[in-house]
């Protein structure tokens, strides 16, 4: 279901008249920012983000979401909740996507992004997944819903003051004139059976996506790799540069059990600064984005550790030690 915030500051309210004042109020909101939810709090410094991964009972990381104003000991708290319930807790700062959300959606964003160029929809998905992901980029898609991702990206899109792009009128498309929502409709990018599995892949997308690549050779295949696994890094790196996170372990960890990310690599840090290193991945990165678009350009703090021969672990590794 798609995130309200006019409804959750009315629960917000109707909850609290049932709290004592040291209570901590979790919200379980995967986009929202926690600061914003939390004006409708009479107390924001108890009001802190608890956003659990769908299956609840199969996903073992919770992304702990700090506001302006929650307290070190709220944080604390939720920590000690969530380990108490068995999972893995991760701190992120707020913002629009936090951290997990943010990233993630990069992976299909980047395979709606090689649709439209007209490659095949099953190379698209088959390099996906022998990238390491556990899903090709159009079945997430499915599973989180096509209908909530052009919600998400038409408020993301006011929110940031940009306009909507060829991704947005695709799924516009799909949603508002096919009616295909995804998994949940059984029809989205895939035609679903009775079983709610996919059967295979939507033949109607050929009305709106001229297809010119139909086969994938080795090259190919290595550079859409790059393409899905970079995407990632990028955004992981500007979450880094923002404060969004602060600990290369929380980025690798949550990298890994939030969204899937290549588990061989050890995560989205240790993918750069193991796989790559700054430098080198900084001049690839810059070779993608004069290849595909400036999604790929590498930030301030990317150049700065390539310039200085750092690497996350080294730079951010030794501030949390000392």
Request: one cysteine or more; a neutral charge; glycine letters at 10%.
């Amino acid at each position: 279901m798609f995130e309200n915030e006019e409804l959750k500051a009315e629960v917000t309210k109707k909850v609290e008249a049932h709290l004592g004042e040291t209570a901590v109020f979790g919200s379980n909101t995967s986009t929202l920012p926690i600061t914003g939810l939390a004006k409708a709090s009479k107390r924001p410094a108890n009001f802190i983000g608890i956003h659990f991964f769908s299956p609840v009972e199969r996903m073992g990381l919770v992304e702990i979401i700090r506001g302006k104003e929650t307290t070190d000991e709220t944080v604390a708290k939720a920590i000690d909740y969530v380990l108490k319930i068995r999972k893995t807790p991760i701190v992120v700062n707020d913002f629009r996507g936090f951290y997990t959300s943010r990233c993630f959606s990069t992976y299909p964003a980047e395979g709606v992004e090689m649709l439209v160029e007209g490659i095949a929809p099953a190379i698209i998905e088959n390099v996906g997944r022998q990238a390491g992901m556990p899903m090709g980029p159009l079945e997430v898609s499915d599973s989180v819903g096509l209908d909530t991702a052009l919600k998400i990206g038409r408020a993301n899109a006011a929110a940031g003051g940009a306009s909507l792009d060829l991704r947005a009128d695709l799924l516009s498309w799909i949603v508002e004139e096919k009616g295909r929502a995804g998994r949940k409709a059984g029809k989205g990018y895939y035609e679903y059976g009775e079983d709610g599995k996919p059967t295979r892949i939507w033949p109607g997308l050929s009305e709106k996506i001229d297809i010119k690549t139909k086969e994938c050779p080795p090259a190919l295949k290595e550079e859409l790799t790059k393409r899905f696994l970079f995407r990632q890094c990028i955004e992981v790196a500007r979450c880094f540069e923002e404060g969004v996170i602060t600990d290369p372990r929380d980025a690798d960890v949550g990298s890994i059990l939030a969204w899937g990310f290549a588990p061989y690599s050890g995560g989205a840090i240790s993918y750069i600064d193991l796989f790559w290193g700054t430098k080198k991945f900084v001049e690839e990165a810059d070779r993608l984005a004069d290849a595909y678009g400036e999604r790929f350009r590498p930030n301030k703090l990317l150049r700065d550790l390539a310039a200085k021969g750092e690497s996350f672990y080294e730079r951010f590794g030794a501030k949390k030690a000392a």
